[in-house]
């Protein structure tokens, strides 16, 4: 399976079933796990991923998976990866929000090359393949938006909530402090998978986190760049998947958002 419109078909078929799983659990009792300071699991999140690990295992068992919540196994030798977080906003869905997400790339040396972004409460599907377009439910993507401060509506990330967020969190008020002025709205969804797919869309201008794993980007990686969006670390380099920081936008904005965070 060589043609990356094979693996994103692949991708589809893993979402759809994740998302059938999710559908299938609502409305039970959730139990939760603790990971660490302010942060959880929810067993569906845990079924999920299982149900897509042992799908992807089947139809390509040579790729290894890297899961928010199993870690990585399967092929070290690979130079392909999937990429899975189950619930993109677990505190949203625990919560009752429809702000989540099913989120899964398959990347090549870093590189997300295949993305599959599935909102399951609102049945949207954003997807992209190198080379081929991003789509919204098989509608083509692609990003405009501002290229001025004043016109942005900009998505930031969640506030670190353990002890050694304290720095991070200092930086984004400062930040926060001086880009508020400036920006047209900030806005806070508690996704970073749809944060990117929006940017995409066009119903947010740009997507800043200072802090990101890369379960929680590496679909939305690909949607937003196939969708045209220049997407970096706050360095300006590249987004791969080695990166920490994430800024997505169309290039002018691009270059006065770093203008201010520099």
């Known amino acids: 399976m060589s043609d990356l419109l094979d693996f994103l078909g692949t991708a589809e078929q893993a979402v759809a079933t994740a998302s059938e799983v999710i559908r299938t659990g609502l409305g039970r009792e959730r139990s939760i796990s603790g990971k660490g300071d302010r942060d959880f699991a929810t067993d569906l999140d845990y079924a999920v ?3 897509v690990r042992a799908f992807l295992a089947d139809e390509t068992p040579d790729i290894p998976l890297l899961g928010e919540e199993r870690g990585r196994t399967g092929n070290t030798e690979s ?3 999937w990429v899975l977080d189950p619930i993109d906003g677990t505190v949203n869905f625990a919560h009752g929000s429809p702000l989540y997400a099913v989120s899964l790339a398959l990347t090549h040396n870093g590189i997300s090359v295949v993305g599959v972004v599935e909102a399951p409460a609102s049945e949207e599907r954003f997807t992209a393949a190198l080379g081929h377009g991003a789509a919204l439910n098989k509608h083509p993507l692609a990003v405009h938006g501002p290229a001025s401060l004043s016109d942005a509506v900009v998505a930031f990330g969640d506030f670190g909530v353990r002890p050694e967020s304290e720095r991070r969190n200092a930086q984004r008020l400062e930040l926060f402090r001086r880009l508020v002025p400036k920006i047209q709205r900030v806005r806070m969804l508690g996704t970073a998978a ?9 119903r947010v201008d740009a997507t800043y986190h200072s802090f990101i794993n890369p379960w929680d980007v590496a679909a939305g990686v690909v949607i ?3 969708a045209g969006a220049l997407v970096t670390d706050l360095d300006g380099v590249d987004y791969d998947t ?3 920081s994430i800024l997505a936008c169309n290039p002018d904005l691009h270059r006065a958002l770093m203008a201010e965070i520099a």
């Open 79 to 81: 130079h392909y990866e």
């Open 194 to 202: 749809l944060d990117m797919c929006w940017t995409a869309a066009g």
């Open 224 to 226: 937003a760049r196939e």
């Open 242 to 244: 080695s990166a920490t």
């Open 49 to 51: 991923e299982d149900a």
